[in-house]
C-alpha cells in the first residue's frame, strides 16, 4: 500500500515538474488520508505473533500500520519538512485531506502534497469490511456494483487512489510551473444529524458550502462526480441532494468508481484527479453496468462516454458515520 | 539455531532479509567499516537487524549494544563476544 504510495509521489512530483530535493526547508508538507493503514503488512505479522511468537513481529509493524504511514514514509523519502499530517474520515477522508492542504497553502506553504492510497484487499481486510456492511455478496462483476440502480445491493472495494502537487498560483506562475490541471475552488463539509431526529442528511448542504465557497452557482456546474454508495437508501439521499441543488435530471452525474471500485480514502483523489482530467479532455468518464432508476431522476452518464466541454465539476464523497463532504474544482483560467 | 561464530557475510544477510541491502556507492569492501548511518539503517532497521540475530543466533543483544556498534565491523565483534561469552559459562 505504502509501495504504490511511493511510487505516486514520485510520478506526481514529474509531473508537476518539481524536484523536492531542490526545494527551500519547510517549503514543501503532506497531508493524506487513509482509512485502514498497512492491513497485508499488519495481517502478515499477526500470523507471526500468533504462529511464532512475539519475537518473530517485524519491528516495522511499529509505523507500517497507522493511517499516517504514507504521509510519513513520502515525507521521509522526499525531505517534505513542511506541515504534515493525516485525516481519517472513511471514504471522505481524501476531499478532507485535499481541503486541508488547501487551508495550509492559504496560511502561507508555497506547496503540499495531498491525496490517499488505500489497499486492504487481504483477507483481513475483507473480513473487517464484511462485517462492517454494506459490501455487494454478488458473484458476477456486471452486477456487483450498482449505484443509483433498482438492483443496488452495495458496492465492490478496490485497492489505489491519487496523489496530487498542490501550490499556491502566485508560486506556481514565479516558477513557471510547467503544467496546471486546475483549481480547488470550494470545500463544504458537514455532519449528518442524529439518527430518528427526523432532521435531513447533510449531504445537500456540503454541496450547497461547497458551491458557495467557490462563487460559483449551480447552473455553472459541468458535472457531478457522485459519492455513489451504491445502497438503496443512500443512493436516494444522495439523488434527492443532487435534484434540489441543480434540479431534476439539472446536471450530468457520473461515478466512474464503477470501474474501479470503491477505493476508500482514495476513491476522492482519484476522483478529483478523474475530473481534472475530464476538464483538460472535454470528456466524461461514464458509470457502467447501471441501469439509473427512474425515481431518482438523474442524468446519469452511462454506456458511452459523453464529450462535452467541462470547466467545473462538483465531486462528492460520503464517509461512514456521517460524514459529508464535497468539492468544487475549476479549470485553469483561459 | 546457535553457531560458534558470527561472520559479516551473515550479518549482511540478516540486514538484507530484515532491512533491505541497497546497491550504493559503497564497495563491497568498505561495507565494514562504514557507519550504519552511512549506509541508511536508522533505529527501526537496526532493531529489527537485533530481533533477527537474537532469535537465529539464541542470543540476548542489549539494546546498549546497537546503540555502541556503530559500523557492521563493530556489530560482528560485539555478537562474537556475546557468544563466546555464553559458550564460557
Redesign the interface.
Known amino acids: 500500500m505504502t509501495q504504490i504510495a511511493l511510487v505516486l509521489a514520485d510520478w506526481a512530483f514529474l509531473d508537476a515538474g518539481v524536484d523536492p530535493g531542490e526545494a527551500p526547508d519547510y517549503d514543501i508538507g503532506i497531508v493524506t488520508a487513509s482509512s485502514s493503514g498497512g492491513f497485508e503488512f499488519g495481517q502478515r505479522e499477526l500470523q507471526a505473533l500468533w504462529s511464532k511468537g512475539s519475537?518473530?513481529v517485524?519491528?516495522?509493524q511499529?509505523?507500517a500500520w497507522f493511517y499516517a504511514v504514507n504521509s510519513g514514509q513520502i515525507s521521509i523519502r522526499n525531505g517534505l519538512r513542511g506541515p504534515s499530517g493525516v485525516l481519517v474520515v472513511d471514504q471522505a477522508g481524501g476531499l478532507e485531506a485535499v481541503a486541508q492542504a488547501r487551508r495550509r497553502i492559504r496560511s502561507g506553504r508555497p506547496m503540499m502534497m495531498s491525496g490517499a492510497v488505500d489497499a486492504s484487499l487481504c483477507s483481513w481486510g475483507w473480513v473487517a469490511q464484511l462485517a462492517g456492511g454494506g459490501l455487494s455478496t454478488e458473484d458476477d462483476p456486471a452486477r456487483g456494483y450498482l449505484p443509483f440502480d433498482e438492483r443496488a445491493r452495495g458496492h465492490v472495494p478496490g485497492e489505489g487512489g491519487a496523489l496530487l502537487v498542490l501550490e499556491d498560483a502566485e508560486h506556481a506562475r514565479a516558477r513557471e510551473a510547467p503544467l496546471v490541471y486546475g483549481e480547488i475552488a470550494g470545500y463544504g463539509a458537514t455532519m449528518d444529524p442524529k439518527p430518528g431526529s427526523g432532521r435531513h442528511p447533510g449531504v445537500r448542504r456540503a454541496v450547497e458550502l461547497a458551491l458557495d465557497d467557490a462563487g460559483v452557482v449551480a447552473e455553472q456546474v459541468d458535472v457531478v462526480f457522485a459519492d455513489a454508495a451504491g445502497v438503496p437508501g443512500l443512493d436516494r439521499s444522495e439523488a434527492e441532494a443532487i435534484g434540489k441543488v441543480f434540479g431534476p435530471r439539472g446536471v450530468p452525474v457520473t461515478a466512474p468508481k464503477t470501474m474501479t471500485g470503491r477505493l476508500n480514502s482514495g476513491g476522492a483523489p482519484l476522483d478529483l484527479a478523474l475530473a481534472f482530467l475530464s476538464m483538460r479532455d472535454g470528456v466524461i468518464p461514464p458509470t457502467v453496468n447501471v441501469r439509473p432508476a427512474h425515481e431518482y431522476d438523474l442524468d446519469l452518464v452511462t454506456g458511452e462516454p459523453r464529450q462535452i466541454p467541462v470547466r467545473t465539476a462538483v465531486v462528492i464523497f460520503r464517509g461512514r458515520g456521517g460524514f459529508n463532504a464535497a468539492m468544487v474544482v475549476r479549470a485553469p483560467a483561459a | 539455531m546457535s553457531a560458534n561464530e558470527f561472520t559479516l557475510d551473515d550479518l549482511k544477510r540478516i540486514l538484507r532479509e530484515g532491512a533491505g541491502f541497497e546497491d550504493s556507492d559503497v564497495t563491497a569492501a568498505e561495507v565494514g567499516d562504514t557507519s550504519f548511518k552511512d549506509l541508511g539503517y536508522e533505529s527501526i532497521a537496526l532493531l529489527e537487524i537485533s530481533l533477527r540475530i537474537e532469535r537465529e543466533y539464541d542470543v540476548a543483544l542489549d539494546d546498549a549494544y546497537l546503540v555502541d556498534s556503530r559500523t557492521p565491523n563493530e556489530l560482528v565483534d560485539t555478537v562474537n563476544e556475546v557468544l563466546r561469552a555464553g559458550h564460557n559459562s
Open positions: 519475537r518473530y517485524s519491528s516495522y511499529s509505523f
